[in-house]
């Protein structure tokens, strides 16, 4: 099973609690034959490895490279592309 977490705020400096909660969410999805994604905002870039950011051309084209905000193209990131 795969799981997409979609969330503007996510380590490694959450503005407020939820960043925290998805992390733990994360956590423990993982290696249970879940595989958890967390699409985020460009400030997580590189934090682990199912981290969704602005860091190759194709997350450049869905997402936004402003440190704060997550969408380029969030119709085309729902479709999977």
């Known amino acids: 099973m795969e799981i997409l977490q979609i969330t503007s705020d996510y380590l490694p400096n959450p503005l407020w609690g939820m960043g925290w909660h998805v992390f733990q969410i994360v956590e423990r999805l993982n290696g249970k034959n ?3 994604r967390v ?15 602005t860091d ?23 479709r999977g592309a």
């Open 34 to 36: 879940i595989t958890t």
């Open 39 to 53: 699409a985020t905002a460009s400030k997580s870039n590189g934090y682990h490895k199912n981290i969704i950011t």
């Open 56 to 78: 190759s051309s194709d997350d450049r084209e869905l997402l936004s490279p402003n440190q704060y905000e997550i969408f380029h193209d969030f119709n085309r990131l729902n």
